[in-house]
C-alpha cells in the first residue's frame, strides 16, 4: 500500500485566543448557519472601470440597496437605488444593468420553478429619471434588455414578448406557446438541468433582431409526481422528462427581426436527433453563432448564420471519441475572430481562432487544465483565465498574451483563488480560501497580481472556531488501481495511532467532479469535524472519472459509469483497512445523488469491505435518468445495455449484508423517488432488512425549515449504532 502526503496538512491556527479549544459541534450549530461565511452579494462592475456596485440590504430601514463602491478606496460613492423610494416596491432579490448602465431590471416575487429557472415580478429602473415601470403584473421569466437598452424581451407563459421603452408598445413574437407541448425563448426541463441555461433567447448587437431557440416536446414522454402540501387532496406535478433512450423535445431555431416585423426558420443543415446547447450574436449584428450536438455529443460544429439570408455556415467542427462538454467560454473580437476552449489535446486549454475557423494559436499549453475563463482584456491584449499548474487541488488566476506569450501567475496564496474581473481588466476581486482561511475578498491590480487593499475577511468565524476542538484535513495521494488518487483525510483530535478507529469514507465521483479541493468549510465539514471528535476518521477520495486531472483521466469511465468508481472506493477502503489505526471491520460510506448510486454499488459489491452505507437520493438505474446528462456518458440504452444494467444495484439486491440507509425527497424532479421505490421493492422481495426514509415534496437538495437537521440527525444516529 501506498499513501503519499503532499501539498500541506492543513492545521487551524488562531492567534490570540485566551481560551481552551473544547467546545463540541452540535447538528443545531451546524444548520443554524453558526459558521456562515461573510460574502458579497450580487457583485455588478461598472463600465468606468473605476467602480463596482454591490446589493446590500440597510440593516437599520431594511430597505434594500444598490450601492456603488470605487474600486481602489473601497469608499462608497453613491447609492444608485433604495427601495425605501420606489414606492409600492418595498424591496428587490436581484438586479441587471443595460449595457449602457442607464436602466436597470429589478426582480422580486422570485418563485423558483427547477434548478436554474423561476419567475417573478420585474420592474425596470431609469437611472436619470428615477422612474419606474412594472414590466407586467404576471409573472415573467427571464427579461433582458436589449443592447441599446430601449427594448426589453421576456418570456410569459411559454410565449415570447417584446416591449418597446420608446413608443410603449408591446409585440408578442411567438403564439403557440402551451405548458408540456410548445416552449419559446426558454429551454425545457433537460436543457436547463444539463446545459445550464435557462433564457433561450439573444438580442443582436443592433437591438433590431431576436435569435431564440423552440422546443417542440408534444412527443417527449411525461414524468408525473405527487405534491402533498397542506390540502385535503394532493396535486400531481406533470412535466415532460426525457429519459434515457427516449424522445427529445425538437429543437429549432428561429430569428425574429423587430424592425421588419418578420420572424424566420432557419434550417442548419442535414441534422437530425441534435442539440443546440448555445446561440450567441456576433459582434457583427448580422452574423448569429449557433453550436449543434449531436445526440451522442461526440460532435459539435459551431455554425456562423447571417441573418439576412438564413444561411448557416460551419466555422468550426469538433469531435471527441468519448464527449464534448459544452461552456460559455466562446469569445467575439473586435474583427469577429473568437476564443474558445477545448480538450483536444488532452487538457482543457484555450485556443484563437479567425473568423473562418482556421486556428491563430493555442493560446494556453500544458498538462494542466484552465478550469475558468475569466475574459480577454482587447486594450493590453490579455486573456485571463484559472488553472490547477500548482497542482489538481488548488486553482490560480493567470494572465497571457493572446499570442499565447508572457504568461503571468496573478494570485500567490496556496488554495482556490478566483477573481471577479472590472469591465476595462484593470482590477479584480480575488475571491480566495483554503482548508485554514475562510473566504478573503481582496482588491488586486489587473496587471500585476499587486494587492491594493482588503476588502472583506472572515476573521471572526476563525476566531469562533478558536474555541472548537478542530481536526486538521490532511491532504494526501493513494495508489489505486495503477492511479495516484487525491485524498483528504480527518482524524479525531486525540488521534491516538495505536488505538483503531472507525472510518467514514465519503465521495461524490460524478464526471469531472472534484470532491478533494484546498477549499475552505462547506455543511458536511463541520459535521465531519462533529463525527471526529465523537472518534470517527472521515476520508474522502476522488477516483477515476472525476476532473481537473486531463480528459484521459475523467473520460475512462465513458460507457460504463460506476463501475471503475465503484472499483477505486472499494480498493481504497481496502488499503485504509490496512493501516494499524483503521478498524478493517469497521467501515463505512455515504454520498448523495451519483454518491448515493456509488455508496450503495460499493455496500453491495464491497459487503466484505463496507459494514454500512447510507445513499441520499441515489440513482439506481441510469434507465431512469435524462437523456443529455445520461447518454454524454453512456450512449443509449439501446446501444449500451449492459453498461446500463450491470451497475445498477436493484438488479443484485442479494448481495446486501451490511447496514443499509435509504433516503429520497418525494418531490425530486430530477433523480426522482422512482429510483429508490424500485431500489427498495428490490431488497424487499431478496428479503433484505434495510432502513429508508422519505421527505414529504422536498426536492433533490432536500432542505427546508428543520428538513436538513432533520435529515443529518437521522444519519448520525445511523453511523453511530452501525459503525
Known amino acids: 500500500m501506498k499513501i503519499t502526503k503532499f501539498f500541506f496538512t492543513a492545521i487551524f491556527l488562531v492567534g490570540s485566543v485566551a481560551f481552551a479549544q473544547d467546545k463540541s459541534f452540535t447538528l443545531n450549530d451546524i444548520w443554524g448557519r453558526a459558521f456562515k461565511t461573510e460574502g458579497l452579494q450580487s457583485l455588478h462592475a461598472m463600465n468606468n472601470g ?53 436602466r436597470i431590471i429589478l426582480s422580486s416575487e422570485i418563485e423558483k420553478i427547477y434548478r436554474h429557472s423561476s419567475r417573478g415580478i420585474y420592474h425596470l429602473y431609469d437611472v436619470a429619471s428615477k422612474g419606474i415601470l412594472k414590466i407586467s403584473d404576471k409573472k415573467i421569466q427571464s427579461p433582458k434588455l436589449s443592447p441599446d437598452g430601449n427594448k426589453i424581451a421576456y418570456v410569459l407563459d411559454n410565449n415570447i414578448y417584446v416591449l418597446n421603452l420608446t413608443s410603449q408598445q408591446e409585440i408578442q413574437l411567438t403564439e403557440d406557446g402551451k405548458k408540456n407541448s410548445i416552449i419559446n425563448g426558454i429551454t425545457d426541463w433537460v436543457y436547463e438541468e444539463e446545459f445550464a441555461f435557462v433564457r433561450a433567447f439573444e438580442w443582436s448587437a443592433d437591438s433590431n433582431k431576436i435569435a431564440f431557440l423552440k422546443f417542440d416536446e408534444k412527443e417527449v414522454p411525461e414524468f408525473s409526481m405527487d405534491v402533498y402540501g397542506k390540502k385535503l387532496y394532493p396535486k400531481q406535478q406533470v412535466f415532460k422528462y426525457p429519459k434515457a433512450g427516449e424522445k427529445n423535445a425538437k429543437v429549432s431555431l428561429h430569428i425574429a427581426d423587430i424592425t421588419a416585423m418578420a420572424l424566420d426558420k432557419v434550417k442548419l443543415g442535414d441534422y437530425k436527433d441534435f442539440y443546440i ?37 460551419i466555422v468550426l467542427n469538433e469531435k471527441d471519441e468519448a464527449y464534448i462538454d459544452i461552456t460559455d467560454n466562446l469569445t467575439f473580437l473586435e474583427d469577429n475572430s473568437f476564443i474558445w476552449t477545448s480538450e483536444k489535446d488532452g487538457y482543457n486549454h484555450i485556443y484563437h481562432y479567425k473568423e473562418t475557423g482556421e486556428l491563430i494559436t493555442q493560446v ?99 476566531e469562533k472556531l478558536g474555541a472548537y476542538d478542530m481536526s486538521a484535513k490532511e491532504f494526501s495521494t493513494i495508489e489505486v488501481n495503477g492511479e495516484n488518487l487525491n485524498m483528504w483525510m480527518v482524524k479525531p483530535k486525540n488521534f491516538d495511532a495505536t488505538k483503531k478507529y472507525p472510518l467514514l469514507m465519503y465521495q461524490y465521483s460524478g464526471p469531472g467532479s472534484q470532491s478533494v479541493k484546498n477549499t475552505w468549510n462547506r455543511a458536511n465539514d463541520y459535521w465531519y469535524q462533529m463525527l471526529a471528535q465523537q472518534g470517527y476518521i472521515i476520508a474522502c477520495v476522488d477516483g ?87 447518454e454524454r456518458y453512456m450512449r ?30 418525494s418531490g425530486d424532479d430530477n ?47 445511523f453511523i453511530k449504532e452501525n459503525l
Request: aromatic share 12%; net charge positive.
Open 671 to 717: 433523480v426522482h423517488v422512482q429510483h429508490t421505490m424500485r431500489m427498495v421493492e428490490a431488497l424487499i422481495q431478496a428479503n433484505k432488512q434495510f432502513e429508508w426514509a422519505i421527505y414529504p415534496d422536498k426536492n433533490h437538495g432536500i432542505y427546508g425549515g428543520n428538513t436538513r437537521l432533520h435529515l443529518y440527525t437521522k444519519m448520525t444516529n
Open 277 to 313: 446547447p448555445r446561440i450567441k450574436w456576433t459582434v457583427n449584428p448580422d452574423i448569429l453563432s449557433v453550436q449543434v450536438l449531436n445526440r451522442h455529443q461526440n460532435n459539435l460544429d459551431l455554425i456562423f448564420v447571417d441573418a439576412k439570408t438564413k444561411a448557416p455556415k
Open 544 to 630: 477515476r472519472g472525476t476532473g481537473f486531472k486531463g480528459a484521459k483521466f475523467k473520460k475512462v469511465t465513458y460507457k460504463n459509469l460506476v463501475k471503475l468508481e465503484t472499483e477505486d472506493q472499494i480498493a481504497a477502503a481496502k488499503q485504509l483497512g490496512q493501516l494499524d489505526y483503521i478498524d478493517a471491520t469497521r467501515i463505512g460510506i455515504w454520498g448523495w445523488s451519483y454518491g448515493g448510486h456509488m455508496s450503495t454499488n460499493c455496500l453491495l459489491k464491497g459487503n466484505d469491505v463496507f459494514k454500512m452505507a447510507i445513499a441520499v437520493a441515489p440513482v439506481t438505474s441510469w434507465r431512469f435518468y435524462d437523456t443529455i446528462y445520461t
Open 364 to 462: 494556453t499549453k500544458g498538462n494542466w487544465e484552465v478550469t475558468n475563463y475569466y475574459g480577454y482584456d482587447k486594450k493590453n491584449k490579455k486573456v485571463f483565465y484559472q488553472s490547477v499548474e500548482n497542482g489538481s487541488i488548488n486553482r490560480d488566476i493567470y494572465a497571457v498574451s493572446l499570442d499565447g506569450k508572457n504568461k503571468k501567475r496573478l494570485s500567490t496564496k496556496e488554495g482556490i483563488n478566483d477573481a471577479e474581473f472590472s469591465k476595462d481588466f484593470g482590477f479584480y476581486i480575488s475571491y480566495f480560501s483554503n482548508t485554514t482561511t475562510p473566504y478573503e475578498y481582496t482588491l488586486h491590480k489587473g496587471k500585476t497580481g499587486a494587492l491594493v487593499r482588503e476588502i472583506k475577511n472572515n476573521k471572526a468565524l476563525l
Open 50 to 102: 473605476t467602480e463596482y456596485s454591490v446589493l446590500e440590504k440597510d440593516k437599520v430601514s431594511g430597505a434594500t440597496n444598490i450601492e456603488i463602491y470605487n474600486y481602489e478606496t473601497g469608499e462608497k460613492t453613491r447609492t444608485l437605488i433604495t427601495s425605501s423610494s420606489l414606492g409600492d416596491l418595498k424591496s428587490f432579490q436581484g438586479y441587471t444593468f443595460s449595457n449602457d448602465e442607464k
Open 636 to 665: 443509449t440504452p439501446q446501444e449500451n445495455p449492459a453498461g446500463y444494467d450491470d451497475n445498477s444495484p436493484f438488479n443484485y439486491p442479494e448481495l446486501l449484508k451490511g447496514k443499509y440507509l435509504l433516503v429520497h425527497g
